[in-house]
């Protein structure tokens, strides 16, 4: 019976909608809009965006969303599908580890908080790096702890494997915590420690894996590679805050509070053990993986909510060990009312907050393309009521039809109601460019699933006399004489002419 909801569950979170959505700009696109462009040249080695050269992430998402294309095709299903792939994988392992442990007991509610929870839910079938990395540094720290338990080689090579397919997914990420947790576990054991990490046929074994690709990148790139991949997109990311993302030290106990929707209150309950999640050396080593996960990202200048995914995987099984200590239902379900109440709240405050914007701004005609149907209204009032009910039953059923219909009303109605207003504009407007053969450039606009749907490079430049330009309504006034050709909601393709 758990073996069978485990399985409802991951259906229901990661391939329910798996090509139900254009992609979401801007990182789906700049992904997929990549693996078509690796394809297109037959260059798998050098990742490029709209004939750029792009160094944000290492290789092996792009080779496996190469692989799904060659045999879905290149559609959303096929560029999301290696995530998806990669996310039951990742579940299948918090299963097996809890199982091995802990119990089968604690496996399963660990288990169902990580695939039931908010954000794991918009990750794992997000056509992205971080569902495939969440599985290696997963795979990695169970292995090395097994290896500390059992004391078995296989399970420190096994370590050194993960920890290199990690790298080829993200970069040195997937080093610095399996290496940095467990040397704060070790501590007082140290020649243990670094006998694990300089073990040469561990050493031979990431490097067999990792290296070939590092070099072969260096070799084609030189500096470039050095420059944009490792000082930019990895230690520039900790030194300073890159595009933007930012935040306050305790950015990510917000995205806690809010990722962990059902499951709010079961983490709150833990935390206020939080002395007990030391009591045993596998509690200890839980807690360290997770505190080290937060304390170093909420210090680093670059804040994005994904980050804090590294750390969940530990999080699932202390918020699975403390969940049948709790007793009331009300307080359980509180965020769930609060997910219930807000989506129930969007489409009244629409009005308010379009009232707050500037008219004819971007993000003004998106929030007024946002359309809330008769089936919106009728999911979330029922789970609203249901809800009510739900307060009744033994916590362990409220609890899973809470997630339920999270993951519902989630990835059936939010989703598609911020896809419809923002997103399909821009697939639309691709696939009347690719109809009628029009080669288009972006300008003020960073959009590349354009690219991906129309199956040409869209570069992003100023737009000149004769060009077919992609751009957001709210930039028209720009140019004085031009033709629409498309446009909807928020964004326009226009053809500049000649002033008159």
């Known amino acids: 019976m758990n073996k069978s909801l485990l399985w409802l569950f991951i259906f229901l979170s990661f391939y329910l909608t798996l090509g139900y959505y254009p992609l979401f700009n801007l990182d789906e696109g700049a992904f997929s809009e990549a693996t078509r462009e690796m394809l297109a040249s037959g260059d ?10 792009r160094f944000d992430k290492p290789i092996l998402i792009y080779w496996l969303q190469a692989l799904s294309a060659s045999i879905f095709g290149l559609n959303e299903f096929a560029m999301r599908l290696p995530s998806a792939v990669a996310a039951t994988l990742w579940a299948w392992a918090i299963w097996r580890f809890g199982k091995r442990f802990f119990d089968e007991k604690t496996a399963f509610w660990a288990t169902i908080f990580m695939v039931g929870s908010l954000q794991i839910s918009i990750i794992a079938k997000a056509a992205i790096a971080d569902a495939l990395l969440n599985l290696f540094i997963a795979l990695s720290m169970f292995c090395f702890y097994t290896y500390i338990h059992t004391h078995q080689k296989r399970y420190l090579y096994a370590t050194f494997a993960t920890i290199a397919l990690g790298t080829l997914t993200k970069g040195p990420v997937a080093i610095m915590i399996p290496l940095m947790v467990s040397f704060l576990y070790l501590v007082k054991n140290l020649r243990f420690w670094l006998r694990s990490v300089f073990d040469p046929v561990g050493i031979a074994i990431f490097l067999a894996l990792a290296a070939p690709w590092y070099v072969a990148e260096y070799l084609a790139q030189g500096d470039l590679f050095i420059q944009g991949f490792f000082l930019k997109h990895n230690i520039g990311r900790f030194g300073s805050a890159m ?19 059902p499951f709010t209150s079961i983490f709150l309950f833990a935390l206020r053990h939080i002395k007990e999640w030391f009591a045993t050396p596998l509690r200890r080593y839980l ?3 997770f505190g080290f996960v937060f304390i170093f990202f909420s210090l680093s200048h670059t804040k994005l909510p994904h980050y804090i995914i590294y750390g969940y995987t530990p999080l699932f099984f202390l918020m699975a060990l403390y969940f049948p200590k709790m007793r009331s239902s009300f307080w359980l379900l509180v965020p769930y009312f609060f997910f219930i109440s807000i ?3 969007l489409p009244i405050l629409q009005p308010v907050i379009l009232s707050s914007m500037h008219p004819g701004r971007y993000d003004y005609q998106i929030v007024a393309a946002l359309h809330f149907g008769w089936d919106y209204w009728l999911f979330f009032i029922t789970a609203f009521l249901l809800g009510i009910w739900m307060v ?8 899973l039809l809470a997630s339920a219909l999270t993951l519902l009303g989630l990835n059936l109605f939010i989703a598609r109601v911020y896809a419809q207003a923002a997103e399909e504009p821009i697939k639309e407007a691709a696939l009347f460019a690719k109809k009628h053969n029009l080669s288009v450039i972006m300008d003020g606009i960073n959009t590349p699933s354009f690219a991906f749907y129309e199956r040409r490079i869209a570069p992003k430049r100023d737009a000149r006399l004769g060009n077919v330009v992609l751009i957001k309504k709210e930039k028209l006034k720009k140019f004085k004489n031009f033709d629409i050709l498309f446009e909807k909601n928020a964004i326009a393709l226009i053809r500049i002419k000649e002033n008159k």
Do not use: C, D, M, Q
């Not at 009744?392 to 609890?399: C, F, T, V």
């Open 44 to 53: 798998f080695i050098t990742t490029y965006l709209n004939g750029a050269l």
């Open 243 to 261: 595009e933007g993302h930012t935040g306050p030290i305790f950015y990510y106990l917000l995205v806690l509070l809010v990722g962990l929707i």
């Open 287 to 289: 807690a360290l993986w």
């Open 343 to 345: 989506a129930l709240l």
């Open 392 to 399: 009744r039953l033994p916590k362990e059923r409220s609890i």
